[in-house]
């Protein structure tokens, strides 16, 4: 799998390591890495991608149906819904309507091998527009993110997701450690709230039956995270997601999931909204990452996340 940017790859770098300062800066006043003892699998790609940031992304990823009104009125006017993309994957897809993906994420043991750089786990959460048409082309697809509740122990994190134009709010989160916890219900839980708003996300989501269909199938969350991110489109984010790895087969394979998002945040602005019925699944990634690069180089790319099979041994 080739990666294309090697000087935009140390300007990134570069940025991390000015961002360390501020982190050792406010060290204090966060919460102790050590105190986190967290369920996910150790990072399998430092040693195999030294010069690219790599982690691990454990997710509950849920598609929030909206109309396509409603999409065009919250997605700036410039960038055009690419809908035959989107319904390529969903040929059953309601008409009329635009997927909105939720991500609620805990990053976990993210390196710059190379550089002996590591950062502390964090959580995220936002709400993502998939299958735009940033750069006018017609067929490239790119994903809108533009704000996230991001862990407020993590300034790096923070700080650099700030960096792509994001609306970054500070946040805590239930779990601290973890992509959700269990509840006495069998459900699971997830909640990030800002520290400096009244912004907030959460999700309660259970275990489909398995006489019931999950509507959307992997390949569409697949496709959807591995398409390059974007906030105010000055840089763009390559995270290269790779669903077909030891990491998610088996015990460890995606969980289909049911349940209700709960939120209060941008774009969906005024009071606090609220999906029930919305379908998702549950799944830990390991990925390659490159940072800040131009929107323009990722024309056509086409974020397969790893072909079948491909990397079965991690």
């Known amino acids: 799998m080739p990666f294309k940017h090697p000087l935009l790859q140390v300007t990134a770098v570069v940025l991390i390591v000015l961002l360390s300062a501020l982190l050792n800066l406010g060290r204090s006043k966060a919460v102790p890495q050590s105190i986190c003892t967290s369920y996910d699998h150790p990072n399998p790609l430092a040693v195999m991608f030294p010069n690219n940031a790599t982690g691990v992304?454990?997710?509950?990823?849920?598609?929030?149906?909206?109309?396509?009104?409603?999409?065009?009125?919250?997605?700036?006017p410039q960038y055009r819904i690419l809908e035959g993309a989107y319904r390529h994957l969903l040929p059953e897809f309601p008409q009329g309507m635009y997927p909105v993906l939720v991500q609620a994420a805990h990053d976990h043991d993210?390196?710059?091998?190379?550089?002996?750089?590591?950062?502390?786990?964090?959580?995220r959460v936002g709400f993502e527009f998939p299958f735009l048409d940033l750069l006018g082309d017609g067929y490239s697809s790119f994903r809108w993110a533009p704000a996230q509740l991001i862990s407020a122990t993590n300034t790096i994190a923070v700080e650099g997701s700030k960096a792509y134009g994001t609306i970054v709010s500070p946040a805590e989160y239930e779990p601290l450690c973890d992509a959700y916890h269990a509840l006495a219900n069998g459900a699971t839980y997830f909640k990030g709230s800002s520290l400096t708003s009244s912004d907030f996300v959460e999700l309660e989501m259970a275990q489909l039956p398995r006489s019931v269909l999950n509507p959307y199938p992997l390949e569409l969350f697949r496709n959807i995270t591995n398409q390059p991110t974007f906030a105010n489109a000055t840089?763009?984010?390559?995270?290269?997601?790779?669903?077909?790895?030891?990491?998610?087969?088996?015990?460890?394979?995606?969980v289909s999931v049911r349940g209700r998002v709960r939120a209060k945040t941008f774009p969906f602005e005024g009071a606090q909204k609220e999906w029930s019925n919305v379908y998702g699944v549950q799944v830990a990634t390991p990925f390659v990452e490159n940072n800040y690069l131009d929107c323009q180089s990722m024309q056509g790319y086409d974020g397969s996340g790893g072909p079948e099979g491909s990397l079965s041994a991690i």
Do not use: K, W
């Not at 992304?57 to 700036?76: C, E, F």
């Not at 669903?243 to 998610?248: E, L, R, V």
């Open 57 to 76: 992304l454990n997710a509950t990823l849920v598609i929030i149906p909206i109309s396509l009104d409603v999409a065009r009125r919250l997605i700036p």
């Open 110 to 123: 993210i390196q710059l091998r190379a550089y002996g750089i590591t950062l502390d786990d964090f959580s």
């Open 235 to 254: 840089t763009c984010d390559n995270m290269i997601r790779m669903f077909h790895t030891s990491m998610s087969v088996g015990e460890f394979a995606p």
